[in-house]
């Protein structure tokens, strides 16, 4: 009995030798590599921007003399770097000899891995970041003259010379990023990866629907 056209439409997507299967598993192919390939060029420059942004902000602290935020910020990009590139390898170990579902099965897997490493690590990024921030100035002897000049102006609750009431606003702020980190940086990826897990949303569900219908 032959079979109708669309048993063979429907088989074709399951099946790289059917008549209609190589039109239907290459639009898929095509738009699955073209997702992971994007995210992957992405991915590289910018870690490598990274990298470089963290020589120039080093070199930059020292000519504005806060070198403590320099050093501090360069030791952190360089870890997420490092971090990210190990999570990049994962991501190179994905077989693309399987279907065009399985590979960005795969791929979405990874991303979640990766997002939810990386979503633990911000709740400790931001209040470091915020840290780093505050000690680079209260280093800085710039700050320090104008941090004594408030003092002779006003009266600050001082333990061992130390402004009680600032140093608890600065935990209760780092208290709040690090509760809020994880959410801090979905925003962060969705500004740089947004377009690229959408389709990946997309191009999933597309692919699903019509293995479920067939």
Excluded: C
């Excluded at 669309?6 to 299967?21: C, P, Q, R, S, Y």
């Excluded at 598993?25 to 390939?37: E, G, T």
């Excluded at 190990?86 to 791929?107: A, E, H, P, Q, T």
Aim: glycine letters at 4%; zero cysteines.
């Amino acid at each position: 009995m032959e079979k109708s056209i669309e048993t063979i439409w429907k088989e074709g997507f399951l099946e790289n030798d059917a008549l209609v299967a190589p039109k239907l598993n290459n639009l898929y192919n095509q738009k699955s590599i073209h997702i992971i390939d994007k995210f992957k060029r992405m991915f590289k420059i910018n870690l490598n921007a990274l990298v470089v942004f963290s020589f120039v902000f080093l070199v930059i602290s020292f000519l504005v003399k806060i070198p403590v935020v320099g050093v501090l910020m360069f030791i952190l990009f360089n870890v997420i770097v490092i971090v990210n590139k190990k999570l990049f390898k994962g991501l190179n170990k994905i077989d693309k000899n399987v279907s065009s579902y399985l590979y960005l099965k795969s791929f979405d897997n990874w991303m979640k891995e990766q997002i939810s490493i990386n979503m633990k690590m911000s709740r400790y990024i931001y209040p470091y970041i915020f840290l780093a921030m505050i000690s680079g100035f209260w280093f800085s002897s710039d700050f320090q003259d104008t941090f004594n000049r408030i003092l002779g102006d006003h009266q600050i609750y001082l333990i061992y010379g130390i402004p009680v009431f600032w140093v608890l606003g600065i935990l209760f702020i780092m208290a709040l990023l690090a509760i809020f980190g994880g959410r801090i940086y979905k925003w962060d990826l969705n500004i740089v990866y947004g377009r690229i897990l959408k389709k990946l949303d997309e191009t999933l569900a597309d692919m699903e629907e019509l293995r479920a219908s067939i």
